[in-house]
């Protein structure tokens, strides 16, 4: 029933930006709180960004902090990862999530997943 359907991943090359987008449904969206984490081959998943439900809170991973922006329209039931400045060590699947908590950084306590889109940045 829940979805998140994610778009906006591809190539780029070292310097340039890439737009992601998440729509939610089957889920009452102003209610969760939302993410975005990648994972590189051979690596854990790790935590990039959040939004709480109402996108009054953010917070960043010190690798994308000034570079990254998460945004959230909650009346179109969507969450957005602007990435400027990509860098080759950015070059990972990046996956939205949701979680019933208002606002958490913790991997265990997002509830639904998207598929994830693969995001690749070139020298």
């Known amino acids: 029933q829940v979805q998140l359907v994610e778009s906006g991943g591809g190539l780029v090359q070292a310097g340039g930006s890439l737009r992601l987008s998440c729509a939610a449904s089957?889920?009452?969206?102003?209610?969760?709180?939302m993410g975005w984490f990648r994972q590189a081959p051979g690596k854990e998943r790790e935590f990039v960004t959040a939004i709480s439900s109402s996108g009054g809170i953010t917070n960043y991973a010190d690798s994308v902090k000034g570079r990254f922006t998460i945004s959230r329209d909650n009346a179109k039931n969507t969450v957005y990862l602007q990435m400027n400045s990509l860098k080759p060590e950015d070059t990972a699947v990046y996956y939205c999530a949701a979680t019933r908590k208002l606002f958490t950084m913790i991997t265990g306590l997002y509830n639904y997943w998207g598929q994830g889109t693969q995001v690749t940045v070139s020298s």
């Open positions: 089957g889920l009452t969206f102003s209610n969760y709180g």
